[in-house]
């Protein structure tokens, strides 16, 4: 089976830390994207938020992973994404009902579905290898590393570009607020990100001389249905985390780093920290929002996966996601 490694990535976040001067990716602050200056104008108007936001991701990416040309057929696209097309649905459907159809564009169409995103980075690269969009919550970019990993394992391609994208616009928070998902001080965690991580073939990764950051050792999944009957106990956490350590860290003594979850909103990173503490009392524990501030929803994987190749001390590392339905995912890397 061929290992898959990671040699570029790059990001954009709504909040950055002081030491981003620092980081090993590019990273841009929100605040200071010039969409048309990075992307061009050409038929700006007519993408989302996240779309704009993972073609310079993707840009900055496969500059840093020092990709000259990519192989069409060899080249794979997964993007995680699950809110990047609300915008767009709430202001075609208000313009339809109070307006009439023929007040919308034909051009608004397409950005009425969520693989939108990934089909203009399809085009946009030219490539053909597949091309998919993952929808599955918080863990969305770690379903999406895994989708990824297995199609370059099986031989199907070389790379795949990974995105992890979420849009914060005031339609999506409003619809959070009216149907009362969010308080207000929930509302305040949320930021819009985008991160996109390139994956190759450690074969190929090598022939083209590319610089390593770091190897996918493996991944593992759960699912506690208890979350969904009464939102999860400590004792439901606990089963999980014990699963997935001894899943994928057969000796404690092997893992030197370990990325926290970040679940704040129901105010479990600290019950977190201190069983990864106990559990790895010798590991350095990293946290994105260190970094990258609050709530990410289907992008927190891709600032997580980052953060840790840049914060991470050589050897082996644990990254944790969890959400609010009961999906847990770790993934194992080694830097």
């Not at 900055?60 to 696209?77: L, T």
């Not at 003594?253 to 790895?280: P, V």
Request: net charge negative.
């Amino acid at each position: 089976m061929r290992d898959v490694v990671i040699t570029g990535g790059a990001l954009i976040s709504e909040e950055v830390g002081k030491n981003a001067t620092d980081f090993v990716f590019p990273v841009i602050r929100l605040s200071d994207v010039d969409y048309d200056e990075m992307i061009g104008g050409r038929g700006l108007r007519y993408l989302t938020d996240a779309t704009k936001m993972a073609l310079i991701t993707a840009n900055k990416a496969k500059e840093n992973a020092g990709i000259e040309d990519i192989d069409s057929e060899r080249s794979g696209i997964v993007v995680a994404t699950n809110f990047s097309s609300i915008s767009t649905i709430v202001d075609f459907d208000k313009t339809t009902i109070t307006e009439g159809p023929r007040a919308v564009g034909a051009m608004q169409s397409p950005n009425l579905v969520l693989n939108a995103t990934a089909a203009k980075l399809g085009i946009h690269f030219d490539i053909t290898g597949f091309n998919t969009t993952v929808s599955s919550g918080r863990v969305g970019t770690f379903d999406a590393i895994d989708y990824a990993c297995n199609m370059i394992q099986n031989d199907e391609v070389d790379m795949v570009m990974v995105t992890g994208v979420e849009e914060m616009k005031k339609q999506l928070r409003d619809w959070f607020f009216d149907t009362k998902n969010f308080t207000e001080d929930k509302l305040s965690m949320l930021r819009q990100f985008c991160g996109t991580i390139i994956l190759e073939s450690e074969e190929h990764a090598k022939e083209r001389n590319a610089k390593i950051y770091g190897k996918i050792k493996g991944s593992c999944s759960s699912i506690n249905c208890n979350y969904l009957v009464n939102g999860g106990t400590d004792e439901d956490d606990l089963e999980e985390y014990d699963y997935l350590t001894e899943s994928l860290a057969k000796d404690e003594e092997d893992i030197w780093n370990i990325c926290l979850s970040d679940d704040r909103f129901d105010g479990k990173d600290k019950y977190e920290a201190e069983y990864m503490n106990d559990k790895f009392p010798k590991a350095k524990v990293v946290s994105v929002r260190e970094m990258f501030g609050g709530e990410k929803f289907g992008a927190t994987g891709a600032a997580q996966i980052l953060y840790s190749l840049n914060s991470f001390d050589e050897g082996k590392g644990l990254v944790f996601c969890n959400d609010w339905t009961g999906n847990f995912r770790a993934l194992l890397l080694e830097k």
